[in-house]
């Protein structure tokens, strides 16, 4: 919301409020989700059933904090430090990622317990030794494409954003995906991009497993 209130609705998560003040960012994947306060804490959860779902790291763990984000599995979040270096949980252990060796501006988490990060310079790279589910998420990395500003990832699918605002995205080679990542690379600048990736063992062959949303800004 614009004051900074995130509300919660559906089932209760214990040790969660209904509504949470101060919050400046937000992000859900899969079983995970994090919101980022405006003090630079983060409060993270678990959407499924199982224990012991919320976790509050101390802040002198974090460090400062200036994007978090969350892992398509629950226990599993990472947030970019404004040093440039990301951190990221894991049995509710805060630690750095040290496959990200130079800093970064962006990340975007993907299955499973892998992330995408732009450099400074604006190449895409990834952390250490990911179990990507979606091995044409590595084969395809679009960097001969870029410079890029910013990176959304649906969990099988990714995208990066241009400085004029348009979109390259990756990650599939159906063609009904393809279609997708030839319109939205021809919409030009567009806003606020979302992309939803079903798995591919839960779709049927030749079938598009692929939702992307986006805004494109008013002339």
């Known amino acids: 919301m614009r004051d900074g209130t995130l509300k919660l609705s559906g089932d209760p998560v214990p040790g969660m409020a209904e509504q949470i003040e101060g919050i400046v960012d937000f992000d859900m994947n899969g079983y995970a989700a994090v919101a980022l306060k405006r003090d ?22 974090l460090g400062e904090v200036v994007a978090a984000r969350s892992g398509f599995e629950a226990g599993h979040w990472w947030f970019l430090r404004r040093d440039g270096t990301v ?12 496959a990200f060796r130079e800093p970064v501006s962006a990340i975007a988490p993907t299955r499973v317990w892998a992330c995408f990060a732009l450099t400074l310079d604006g190449q895409i790279i990834h952390s ?3 179990n990507f589910t979606n091995p044409l998420l590595l084969e395809q990395i679009p960097n001969d494409r870029g410079p890029f500003i910013d990176l ?10 241009r400085p004029d605002g348009s979109w390259v995205a990756w990650g599939s080679d159906r063609e009904k995906d393809l279609a997708l990542f030839r319109e939205l690379e021809t919409a030009g600048h567009v806003r606020d991009l979302r992309i939803k990736g079903v798995e591919g063992d839960r779709v049927k062959d030749g079938a598009g497993n692929l939702v992307i949303i ?3 800004p008013e002339a």
Request: hydrophobic share 30%; net charge negative; aromatic share 6%.
């Open 214 to 216: 986006g805004i494109r």
């Open 40 to 61: 630079g804490g983060v409060i993270l959860w678990n959407t499924d059933a199982g224990p012991d779902r919320v976790f509050q790291p101390d802040r002198q763990w």
């Open 152 to 161: 959304r990832c649906g969990g099988d699918c990714a995208a990066a954003q």
């Open 128 to 130: 250490e030794n990911p």
């Open 87 to 98: 951190g990221h949980t894991g049995d509710k252990k805060v630690i750095i990622d040290s």
